[in-house]
C-alpha cells in the first residue's frame, strides 16, 4: 500500500519511497521567528464562536482521503464558499474516490475536481453544503507577519499550529509559478492543503511543501486568487490508470 502522500518535503511531502526533500534555504533568511499567538477569526453564517474563534477554523477545514489506484492517503482542504474546497493537486491525483470529512465526522459527497497545471492546487466541489469558509485576504503577507495552519497532519485529528512568515523564495517544484511563501508554522505529511491564515483568520496561503530543515511553504494568496479568477488554469482530474 503506497504510504499517505501529502505535503512536499518535497516531492509533496509525500512519504513515498524515493523522494527527495529541499535542500536548506539560503543562511541570509533569519531563523529566530517566535511563534505568536492564534488568531480571533470571524466567521460566516452567523457560527456561534467560542472566545478564541477557534470553532470557525474548525468547522472550514476539511480532511481529504484519496482512495486512489495503487494505494491510500490522506490530505487537508478547506471551503472557500458553501460547495467549493481548495486542496493541494498532489492532495487528490491519481484517486479513485476522495472522501471529505468535516471537523465534526461528517461525510461530504464529493461531485467534481479540477487540477492546475501552473501549482499544486485542486478546487473540488461537493454536493452537500460545508459547515464554514472564510475571507481571502486581500494581499500576501510580508516578512514578520503572523501565519496560523489549519489541517490534519498524518490524516489524525485536526490541528491548529501557528508561526511567522519568514520571506520569500523560488519555487522548487514548479519552475513557472514565481516565488512562494516561508514560514516557520509548523507542518507534517497531510497538512498539504492547509490553510494558512494572517491575524485576523483571512487566508493568505495554501500549504503544499516543507523544507529539509522544518519549514513550511505556502503557495501566495495572489497566485491563488490568479487562478482561481481563470478558468482556463484548471482542467478535470483524470481517472486513475
Not at 517566535?34 to 477554523?57: I, K, R
Not at 467534481?112 to 464554514?132: E, I, K
Not at 483571512?202 to 523544507?211: D, F, L, N, S
Amino acid at each position: 500500500m503506497r504510504a499517505r502522500r501529502t505535503l512536499v518535503v518535497v516531492s509533496s511531502l509525500a512519504l513515498v519511497a524515493g523522494c527527495g526533500v529541499l535542500p536548506e534555504l539560503p543562511d541570509a533568511v533569519p531563523d529566530d521567528i517566535t511563534p505568536t499567538a492564534a488568531p480571533s477569526l470571524v466567521a460566516h453564517g452567523g457560527e456561534n464562536l467560542s472566545p478564541d474563534g477557534f470553532d470557525a477554523v474548525r468547522r472550514m477545514a476539511v480532511r481529504i482521503r484519496n482512495v486512489g489506484c495503487t494505494g491510500l492517503s490522506t490530505g487537508s482542504g478547506f471551503a472557500i464558499d458553501e460547495h467549493t474546497l481548495i486542496t493541494n493537486r498532489h492532495v487528490v491525483a491519481d484517486s479513485e474516490v476522495l472522501q471529505v470529512s468535516t471537523y465534526d465526522g461528517r461525510d461530504i459527497e464529493v461531485t467534481a475536481a479540477s487540477t492546475a497545471a501552473l501549482a499544486d492546487l485542486a478546487v473540488v466541489r461537493t454536493d452537500d453544503p460545508l459547515p464554514s469558509y472564510p475571507e481571502l485576504g486581500t494581499a500576501d503577507p510580508e516578512a514578520g507577519d503572523p501565519v496560523t495552519v489549519v489541517g490534519y497532519p498524518e490524516g489524525g485529528a485536526l490541528t491548529v499550529t501557528q508561526g511567522e512568515v519568514i520571506g520569500r523564495t523560488t519555487d522548487p517544484l514548479n519552475e513557472n509559478l514565481g516565488e512562494v511563501l516561508v514560514t516557520d508554522a509548523p507542518v507534517e505529511p497531510g497538512s498539504s492543503g492547509s490553510a494558512a491564515l494572517d491575524g485576523t483568520g483571512r487566508v493568505i496561503g495554501v500549504v503544499y511543501a516543507k523544507t529539509s530543515d522544518g519549514r513550511s511553504m505556502l503557495i501566495p494568496l495572489s497566485t491563488v486568487r490568479q487562478l482561481l479568477g481563470d478558468e482556463a488554469s484548471f482542467s478535470a482530474l483524470p481517472p486513475c490508470s
